[in-house]
């Protein structure tokens, strides 16, 4: 029996027309264009309209994967929405992309594990191909962060932005696709970055609205220090899985956290600066849709070819991180 996996088919990305600049910030809180740029790589980033919503994005960035892809929407078996800002908390934004995309026979959910939510989709996806369950996947990960930030709070509203990256996976017998990943969370680190209401723990109310607990929580130190050392371990890890090392790599594609973050795990691992795709400093961290948006850039602008690989290796709020090895 051949060994069937994941391959990637299409991939696409969507970003909203708003541009927030730094210079723009300056205006809005207490900061500075060399603070923000010293301490974070980030020059500008996307901002959705108010009339806008994950699935705006979400469904373009579908459209020009599957457009890629070269299949029908109706072809499509399972769509997988990785987001912490969904349209709605009740029903799953999956449902508006399914009906949007006309996916009439596709399943559909979302799924959430912060800024490393692309790469759990694809590790899920993965074995749906593999079993033969399915053989058209559309995974997704984006969000509309700036809903969610506090823009008196220089920590966050600097660094987070808005946006989605989609990707389409059929199967593979051969020698590419999706080579390995792997996938972790750690529970006691849960506090490092939150939104502390608007769930069942703390239901809005007055008292949560006035304390601003329905905005992004973070504690920046703290997770950069344990960001470092779980992107690094896991990125090893699946290189081990694989039996490959980082000379064998051709693409480093890290979630776009924070450039000093991609640089001390680029060193860590020993990859060389030509190798590590950054996009942060037009895009700003865009959480599940970092990876999906830089690799569409990379695809479309030529930048990946046939039997290239590539690790993306990602770590967000839970605290989750992951990593996933793909043979193109």
């Not at 910030?25 to 010293?38: F, G, H, P, Y």
């Not at 920046?220 to 694989?242: D, H, P, Q, T, Y």
């Not at 060193?267 to 037009?282: D, E, F, T």
Request: aromatic residues 6%.
């Amino acid at each position: 029996m051949k060994n069937i996996r994941a391959k990637i088919i299409g991939t696409g990305a969507s970003l909203p027309e708003k541009i927030l600049t730094n210079a723009d910030l300056e205006k809005m809180v207490d900061t500075t264009d060399e603070w923000i740029m010293t301490r974070t790589g980030i020059r500008e980033r996307h901002i959705a309209r108010e009339d806008e919503s994950l699935s705006t994005f979400a469904n373009e960035a579908s459209l020009r994967a599957i457009e890629m892809a070269g299949i029908r929407p109706e072809e499509i078996d399972l769509i997988i929405c990785a987001t912490v800002t969904p349209d709605m908390p009740l029903p799953a934004t999956a449902c508006f992309i399914q009906e949007a995309l006309g996916a009439k026979n596709a399943a559909a959910f979302d799924m959430s594990a912060a800024c490393s939510g692309f790469i759990f989709a694809i590790s899920i996806a993965n074995q749906f191909i593999a079993t033969g369950k399915y053989k058209y996947i559309l995974i997704i990960g984006g969000e509309v962060l700036s809903k969610f930030l506090d823009w008196q709070d220089r920590a966050t509203c600097i660094i987070f932005a808005d946006g989605a990256g989609a990707a389409v996976l059929s199967p593979t017998s051969g020698d590419k696709g999706v080579l390995a990943t792997s996938i972790h969370n750690d529970g006691q680190y849960t506090d490092f970055l939150q939104v502390p209401a608007g769930g069942t723990v703390k239901q809005t109310s007055h008292e949560t609205v006035d304390k601003r607990e329905h905005f992004v929580k973070m504690k920046g130190n703290e997770l950069f220090k344990v960001a470092i050392r779980c992107m690094e371990s896991v990125s090893r890890e699946v290189l081990k899985n694989a039996g490959l090392t980082t000379e064998d790599l051709d693409h480093f594609i890290p979630h776009q956290a924070n450039e000093r973050i991609t640089r001390a795990v680029a060193n860590r691992l020993k990859i060389p600066k030509s190798i590590v795709y950054s996009n942060i400093a037009r895009i700003g961290n865009t959480s599940s849709g970092s990876i999906p948006i830089a690799l569409d850039e990379m695809v479309r602008d030529g930048k990946i070819k046939t039997d290239d690989l590539i690790i993306m290796s990602s770590f967000g709020g839970g605290v989750t991180w992951g990593a996933g090895l793909v043979r193109w």
